[in-house]
Every structure is written in structure tokens, then in C-alpha cells.
């Protein structure tokens, strides 16, 4: 994932005015890696989690929020938070689908919270339509929320990488020892380290809408 962390061109230094706060996004690490490599930069607490933000440019480039460019831009940090989960929502880029779906549809451009729920393969991804740092999609209550009520349950989180998570309803018959073990088998063996979300399973609640470690 470094190309995903690091500054990828050149980006004047910005400020929250006209298009530069529209280009703010979150970007979700494992603790572990934040406090490896990027205890620089502005973040805060999720889950057992880290939120990091960065600026996007149209070339994909991407300047990673550290707190000197926080002091320089003189605001404060919730400012970049609520900024970035504003972009996000109102981006309309992150969705949920079947994941046998993904794998028969992999150039499909939209990614709708519509799930196939006929599908005989009950495992769900939630990412963007780029496919790219897509985790994030988890800061999304409103996303989460929707699917719960479509599938009329509650569900696992297995965090496949930053750039996705796989949801399980309640309802299958995986239980999360199971699906604790899968997590750590797939990051020790398709993750690269810098990747990886966590060794374990969440489990969202569908009467109180919370995720749980």
C-alpha cells in the first residue's frame, strides 16, 4: 500500500477554501501501521482502528494530512474530519454487493447497496466504486444501517483489507471463531502487511447500530 499512503505528485499546499475541501478523504489503517509509520499525520480513533485523511488531485495523486500541514493550514483538526465524512457521503461512491456478483462483474462501474439476496453466496463487500481505499465505506452509518434492514439482521465485519470488508449476515452458519480464523489465514497469505486491517472479525448490531470489536 505505499503508493496508497504517500504523496503521489505535486500538490500546492492547500487550504479549506473552494475546491480543495471537497477533495478530503478518510482513509482507514490498522493501528499497528499508524503507530509504525504514520504517527505524523492528523487521525482519530475508530473501533480498534485509525482514521487517517489526505487531498486527492485528479491524477490520483494524493497529499496525506500530517499535523505541520494542520498547523499551516490554521484549523482545526475536527474540521478535516467532519469535511472528509461529508465528502464521502455526498460522493455517493460506496456501496455494498453480493460478492459472487463482484466476481462475475468485475469492470462494473456503479456499486449500489442493492445485495442479491437470492445468491446462494450470503458474503457481501463494501467498498467504492474504485475499488480503492474502500474500507473507509465503514465510517458510513447510513450505509450500514440500510443493509442491516435489507437483510432483516445483523452481520460480521471481516476486514479484507483498506480497500474493502466483506459482511456476513448473522443469519449463516459462520460462527465468528470461524470467521476470525479466515481473517488471519487471508491476511497471512493475500495482504501485504501494510494492507491489513486486522486479524479479526466485527460484529454489527442491528438493533443498536453499532459495531462491536
Known sequence: ???????????????????????????????????????????????????????????????????????TLDIPADLIRSQALENIKASCSYGIRNLEGVL??????????????QSPLQIYILTNTKGFLGASGLLLEDLLTDFADLIENSFFILPSSVHEVLLVPESSEMDIGSLNEMVCAVNKSHVSPQEVLSDHAYHYDRETGKIHV
Do not use: W
Not at 505524523?40 to 505541520?68: A, Q, T
Not at 462501474?109 to 442479491?116: H, I, N, Q, R, S
Open 104 to 117: 462475475i462483474h468485475m469492470c462494473a462501474t456503479k456499486m449500489p447497496c442493492t445485495p442479491d439476496l
Open 1 to 71: 500500500m505505499t503508493d496508497t499512503i504517500t504523496d503521489k505528485g505535486t500538490l500546492p499546499t492547500p487550504h479549506l477554501t473552494g475546491d480543495t475541501k471537497y477533495r478530503i478523504q478518510p482513509l482507514l489503517v490498522s493501528r499497528q501501521y499508524y503507530n509504525e509509520k504514520l504517527s505524523n499525520l492528523v487521525s482519530n480513533g475508530f473501533l480498534d482502528l485509525k482514521v487517517c485523511y489526505y487531498i486527492s488531485d485528479d491524477d490520483g495523486g494524493m497529499r496525506m494530512i500530517s499535523n505541520e500541514l494542520l498547523h
